[in-house]
C-alpha cells in the first residue's frame, strides 16, 4: 500500500518536471492526461488494498484475549515444524544476527521495537511472511494460553508436542521441533521440547526476549531470558 502512495508521489512529480523543461501546453495535456490514467488505475489498486480481508482460517478461538493460528509460521500442517527465526528477525535464522550487540534502547531508535519494547510490525516475522492481521504473541498473551489453558504432551503423526485446550473446548497443538543455532543452522538442539517466541523484550537481560516453552515431561514455563539470535518458531495471534 505505501509503495502505490509513492508511485502515485513519483508520477506527479514527473508531470511537474515535465512541465518546467518540456515547454509545451500540447504535450504537457497529452502527458496529464496518460499520468491521470495511470494514477486513477493505482487509486483502483489502492482501494482493493484497502478493502481486503484478513485470511483468518488458519485461526482458532480459544476463549481467550486473541485467537491463535492452528499452525507455526512457515508450516503447511499443524504439526510442522516450520520456519525459525532469530528474534526480530524476518527471514529464517542463518549464520549472522543482525541486531548482534544492540541493546533494547538500540533496537528502539532502529525502529525495530517501539517505546513499549515490544517488535514492530516491520520486524514481526509473523505479520511479514503470514499477512497484515497476524503477529507475534507478547509475553501477557502467552501468560494467558498458559494460565487458562489445559496443556497434554501427546505425540501426532509421530511428531511430539503439546495440545492446549483452551476454556471454550477448542485446541491447537503445538509441535516440540526444539531450537535452531545461529551459526550452526542444521542442528537442533532440546528435540522434544517446544520452543515459541514472543514479541516482548526480556526485563532482565538486554540481549534477551521472552520465549514460551513446553518440555516433554509435561511442564510448559515462560522463559524470561532467550538469547536473541537463537532460532525458534512462532505461533501467530490474530486480534479479535
Not at 526485563?203 to 532460532?231: L, W
Request: net charge neutral; glycine share 8%.
Amino acid at each position: 500500500m505505501k509503495r502505490l502512495f509513492v508511485v502515485i508521489s513519483t508520477i506527479l512529480l514527473s508531470i511537474t518536471l515535465f512541465a518546467q523543461n518540456a515547454g509545451g501546453q500540447n504535450n504537457l495535456t497529452k502527458i496529464i492526461k496518460e499520468k491521470d490514467a495511470e494514477i486513477a488505475l493505482l487509486k483502483q489498486q489502492l482501494a482493493k488494498c484497502k478493502d481486503s480481508k484478513c485470511d483468518d482460517s488458519d485461526a482458532v478461538d480459544l476463549g481467550l484475549s486473541v485467537k491463535w493460528a492452528s499452525m507455526n509460521v512457515g508450516a503447511a500442517k499443524p504439526t510442522d515444524m516450520g520456519t525459525h527465526f532469530s528474534w526480530a528477525e524476518t527471514t529464517p535464522v542463518d549464520e549472522k544476527y543482525d541486531y548482534a550487540g544492540y541493546s533494547n534502547s538500540d533496537m528502539v531508535r532502529a525502529g525495530v521495537l517501539n517505546n513499549d519494547y515490544m517488535i514492530t510490525a516491520e520486524h514481526d516475522a509473523a505479520t511479514v511472511n503470514k499477512g497484515e492481521c497476524w503477529r507475534m504473541p507478547t509475553g501477557t498473551e502467552a501468560c494467558e494460553l498458559y494460565d487458562k489453558c489445559s496443556w497434554e504432551y501427546i505425540t501426532v503423526d509421530g511428531v511430539p508436542g503439546a495440545k492446549v485446550t483452551g476454556p471454550n473446548g477448542n485446541s491447537i497443538f503445538l509441535p516440540a521441533v526444539g531450537v535452531k543455532k545461529s551459526g550452526s543452522v542444521t542442528d537442533h538442539v532440546s528435540l522434544g521440547d517446544g520452543y515459541y517466541w514472543t514479541r516482548s523484550f526480556s526485563p532482565v537481560k538486554s540481549d534477551c526476549a521472552k520465549s514460551f516453552v513446553v518440555f516433554s515431561d509435561g511442564r510448559h514455563v515462560i522463559h524470561q531470558n532467550h538469547t536473541r539470535y537463537d532460532g525458534v518458531v512462532i505461533r501467530p495471534v490474530l486480534n479479535k
